[in-house]
T-cell receptor
């Protein structure tokens, strides 16, 4: 079964607004990663947050991690049309089996 | 740098045929992964490898075999293709644990 579950499954917002996506996972992790996928393309890594970190920023992206709740959130501020894509969280479990397990993703659509 | 390259990009197979998908990376990465992506299912891990000569099962390994004879290549084989294996296949590689994964552009496989 998949480790991560993103919420919501789909999100439509107006350009300029902020977009928030959430990810919940089941087991203890070494790190959690967020990826973006444009339609029909490969995945692009956005940000990695380690289990001992609580928040991380990269440009307009802000990721938080709450290991007690086994959840993470990705915030995209001041959204742009180019942010339209699917976003996935992926977990690297602490059991050292070296798997990277993905959730089902959130489809984000930025309205002009 | 080429990064992660998948061949072929598209393929149509008849039920029962066999084929091999090739993934090549030029980043000297130890870890390599094969995923399949189906609508509404996100990415599911098929098999993975933690180094040359090693392979391990992922979430959905049945019907697939893999080999990692050279560090830079990870092959995914379908011995007897079934319509249920119609999907988009992605390969990924990464360096040490706690680092990001790099993805290929995908192989769209249709089994008729």
């Amino acid at each position: 079964s998949q480790q991560g579950e993103e919420d919501p499954q789909a999100l439509s917002i107006q350009e300029g607004e902020n977009a928030t996506m959430n990810c919940s996972y089941k087991t203890s992790i070494n790190n959690l990663q967020w990826y973006r996928q444009n339609s029909g393309r490969g995945l692009v890594h956005l940000i990695l947050i380690r289990s001992n970190e609580r928040e991380k920023h990269s440009g307009r992206l802000r990721v938080t991690l709450d290991t007690s709740k086994k959840s993470s959130s990705l915030l995209i501020t001041a959204s742009r049309a180019a942010d339209t894509a699917s976003y996935f969280c992926a977990t690297d479990a602490m059991n050292r089996d070296d798997k990277i397990i993905f959730g089902k993703g959130t489809r984000l659509h930025i309205l002009p | 740098n080429a990064g992660v390259t998948q061949t072929p990009k598209f393929r149509v197979l008849k039920t029962g045929q066999s084929m091999t998908l090739l993934c090549a990376q030029d980043m000297n990465h130890e870890y390599m992964y094969w995923y399949r992506q189906d609508p509404g299912m996100g990415l599911r891990l098929i098999h993975y490898s933690v180094g040359e000569g090693t392979t391990a099962k992922g979430e959905v390994p049945d019907g697939y075999n893999v080999s990692r004879l050279k560090k830079q290549n990870f092959l995914l084989g379908l011995e007897s293709a079934a319509p249920s294996q119609t999907s988009v296949y992605f390969c990924a590689s990464r360096g040490p644990s706690n680092t990001e994964a790099f993805f290929g552009q995908g192989t769209r496989l249709t089994v008729v």
